[in-house]
């Protein structure tokens, strides 16, 4: 057991590293793209970005390079990854669209009432008194039904006392709202996993995918269900997109998708599946020593 736990601090200390070369020369032909207009829209953003990208790995030495874009989860993993590279390049030129949606429907009630009812909700909240901090978040739906943290934190009361299905009542009535909202997107998933409905969660964690592709939850959500439902190559190809997006970020959670790609390296190794297992890593441009 021990050989195989070294075996993953390899393959996670590669992720940080792995195929820099690729990922910043398309990011850089993007900012030169992105410098060129005047007004950076999502589309003009996205035309940027897979313009040089389908370009330079086209024509990129490596097999390896080229292969790993014969999947959706390739292209994916590459989009995620330049995007990155991107934002630390040239941070001044992605889309205002994108970096605003957020600051609109995750801000303050301009109802004063609603506002003030959501603060001391938020009070019950911090004090782990749910059933009042539900009735305070409806005082604030009352003057504002369209208030989207109110609706998120309502919906999160019903999850910490278990009531599932108004949790999902309300996070529904948030998606309403704002159909990509990262967080109501993340916890639905989680409620549908704990009914054990996998497979409902899964879709939600693939619309905050198509949403947030540089979310690792996204991933990691979709990677841990498909786990559920026996599917390991699909758990295995967003497991190890989730693990390179957490590494780069040097987040905690990496140790999270690492302890769960662990857990499926033994059991396809026991099934005699190990050749599989290290297949999927080179499709993902992940190199295992």
């Known amino acids: 057991m021990k050989k195989n736990f070294l075996l993953f601090l390899t393959f996670s ?33 996205r035309d940027c970005l897979t313009q040089p990208m389908g370009e330079l790995i086209l024509t990129d030495k490596d097999p390896k390079v080229r292969e790993s874009m014969n999947t959706v989860e390739g292209i ?13 390049k040239c941070p001044n030129l992605i889309p205002e669209l994108i970096e605003n949606k957020d600051n609109v429907f995750y801000s303050e009630s301009k109802n004063k009432n609603a506002q003030n009812s959501y603060v001391i909700a938020k009070d019950f909240m911090r004090q782990n008194n749910y059933k009042m901090a539900i009735e305070s978040f409806q005082l604030a739906l009352k003057e504002d039904p369209n208030f989207v ?29 704002y159909p ?6 993340m916890n639905i998933g989680v409620v549908y996993t704990f009914k054990s409905d996998y497979k409902t969660a899964i879709s939600y964690y693939e619309k ?26 699909k758990a295995l190809d967003n497991l190890f997109i989730a693990h390179i997006i957490y590494t780069n970020e040097n987040s905690d959670y990496a140790k999270d998708s690492e302890k769960l790609i662990g857990a499926l390296y033994q059991k396809m190794k026991s099934e005699n599946k190990e050749d599989l297992f290290k297949k999927i890593a080179e499709k993902n441009n992940i190199k295992l020593e």
């Open 13 to 45: 200390n590669f992720l940080a590293l792995n195929a820099q070369t690729v990922e910043e020369k398309i990011a850089a032909k993007a900012c030169e793209c992105l410098e060129k207009n005047s007004k950076i829209t999502e589309d003009v953003f």
């Open 208 to 233: 905050l995918i198509q949403f947030h592709p540089d979310n690792a939850e996204g991933y990691f959500g979709a990677g841990k269900n498909y786990f559920m439902l026996k599917d390991d190559e």
């Open 76 to 88: 994916q993993g590459m989009v995620l990854r330049v995007q990155g590279v991107i934002a630390k």
């Open 180 to 185: 990509e909202g990262n967080f109501a997107l």
């Open 149 to 177: 943290l109110a609706l998120d934190d309502m919906a999160v009361s019903y999850r910490q006392l278990n009531d599932y299905d108004n949790a999902i009542k309300y996070y529904n009535k948030s998606l309403e709202i």
